[in-house]
């Protein structure tokens, strides 16, 4: 970088901050090909706005001040008019600081509008307001966090009436998500690109500590997913899980477990396009009356893509990490092969093969009848395992493709704590 820098002129050290693309993370970069909405999603404080404005700036400059650009009429829209103005322009990602002086609009306060050297000119508009975008019309437009527009729907519809200049008119939607159905359905349309950062990844922008504390406070919760990480959490009608009930299932300290399972549902094929191997561990107190037995997820060590040796020794690391007692594996599809892959790593594992004889709902019905009753505890970080939990519902299998980690979770507490079979005597208590 510095040999780099040192090769350059006076004029091109000057105009190297105003050059986007050269500081630009992956997700602030327009994705390439046809496409008319564009959405960056993405935790608080991942740099979602810088990228919406130097969006605006790229449609409407052209090659000189005064030249024009792609735009020339766009759409800001905002919650309410005093965001739109106090974050997306005069902010400090907004548009005024991210422009040159040379091209540096001018904010008519009055007019509720910015105008370029070159004559474009961008509107203010609330989404408290959605009548205001009956009338005028643009060929760009930036809606800036539409997971919280009071009235995102009819907002939105309005905005896409107006969106009618030029050839191709585009918009962008910079927003942390929430499960609101406007932004569900513009994330479902075909015309639709995604990008998508978590807040760690503008960490050298973000103050450490500011880092530190949220994530020690929201780290592993479903609050946490949507607002840090960015990720749309979804609540699915007649789900045996949700979200809410997760987070209260959560802890930090793991109690003595006195057993310890690591379960496994192998995919069907081994390419990288197949189904994940789901890899879960679990470990329970077992003491006592068996109706106050407590479980903890401990781990989900699945993995993706892995040939039966990489998926078996994943399973069995998996069992040296935690010390378990036992491997349990689903044979629906792989029969005796899948014993035989386990034993060629390790011919002495305590092993356990099990066979689905009804659907992946009824399995899973006592277990999440544990979670009911309380006594099944999650570790933090289990945030992909507890997307396909919150997608099983009453009906079967919501999701796409195959629930494997939820698979594992279920063999493994079935095997713990639903029916313990092959469990004899009283192991020794460890303690993690």
């Given at each position: 970088m510095t040999e780099f820098l040192g090769s350059?002129?006076?004029?091109?050290?000057?105009?190297?901050?105003w050059i986007f693309e050269f500081w630009a993370l992956p997700h602030q970069i327009p994705p390439r090909g046809a496409w008319k909405t564009w959405v960056i999603m993405g935790g608080r404080g991942a740099g979602k706005t810088r990228a919406g404005a130097e969006w605006v700036r790229a449609e409407v400059e052209g090659a000189g001040p005064n030249d024009p650009g792609r735009s020339r009429r766009v759409a800001l829209v905002g919650e309410t008019v005093d965001q739109v103005?106090?974050?997306?322009?005069?902010?400090?990602?907004?548009?005024?600081a991210c422009s040159p002086p040379d091209r540096r609009p001018e904010w008519h306060a009055?007019?509720?509008?910015?105008?370029?050297?070159?004559?474009a000119v961008a509107q203010v508009f609330s989404a408290h307001d959605p009548e205001s975008l009956r009338g005028p019309q643009f060929d760009a437009a930036w809606a800036d966090e539409l997971g919280k527009w009071k009235k995102g729907g009819e907002t939105w519809d309005q905005l896409q009436f107006a969106l009618r200049l030029g050839k191709t008119p585009r918009q962008v939607v910079t927003t942390?998500?929430?499960n609101v159905g406007v932004l569900k359905a513009i994330l479902k349309n075909p015309s639709t690109v995604i990008t998508h950062a978590p807040t760690e990844a503008n960490r050298a922008y973000l103050a450490e500590s500011f880092l530190t504390e949220v994530q020690a406070r929201f780290g592993g919760t479903s609050l946490g997913r949507q607002e840090l990480e960015g990720?749309?959490?979804?609540?699915?009608?007649?789900?045996?899980?949700?979200m809410p009930q997760l987070d209260g299932a959560r802890l930090d300290v793991v109690p003595e477990l006195t057993r310890i399972v690591v379960a496994v549902d192998p995919p069907v094929t081994s390419h990288k396009s197949s189904d994940e191997c789901g890899i879960i561990v679990v470990g329970a107190d077992t003491r006592g009356d068996p109706r106050q037995w407590r479980a903890v997820v401990l781990e989900d060590a699945s993995v993706r893509g892995a040939s039966p040796e990489g998926w078996a020794r994943a399973a069995l690391a998996a069992m040296d990490r935690h010390k378990a007692d036992r491997l349990v594996a689903e044979v629906n599809q792989g029969g005796d092969l899948v014993e035989r892959v386990v034993r060629m790593i390790d011919p002495l594992v305590p092993y356990r093969a099990v066979h689905a004889t009804r659907s992946k709902m009824l399995r899973a019905e006592p277990v999440a009848a544990l979670y009911e009753q309380g006594r099944v505890a999650h570790v933090r970080g289990l945030a992909k395992l507890e997307a396909q939990m919150c997608q099983m519902?009453?009906?079967?299998?919501?999701?796409?493709?195959?629930?494997?980690?939820?698979?594992?979770?279920?063999?493994?507490?079935?095997?713990?704590?639903v029916d313990p079979a092959g469990q004899v005597g009283r192991p020794m208590v460890r303690s993690l």
């Open positions: 350059l002129d006076e004029n091109a050290l000057l105009s190297l901050p103005r106090e974050v997306m322009i005069l902010g400090e990602s907004g548009i005024l009055s007019r509720k509008m910015l105008e370029w050297p070159n004559g942390t998500p929430r990720v749309l959490v979804e609540e699915v009608a007649g789900a045996l899980w949700s519902t009453v009906t079967g299998w919501t999701g796409g493709g195959s629930p494997d980690r939820l698979d594992a979770l279920v063999w493994a507490l079935t095997e713990l704590m």
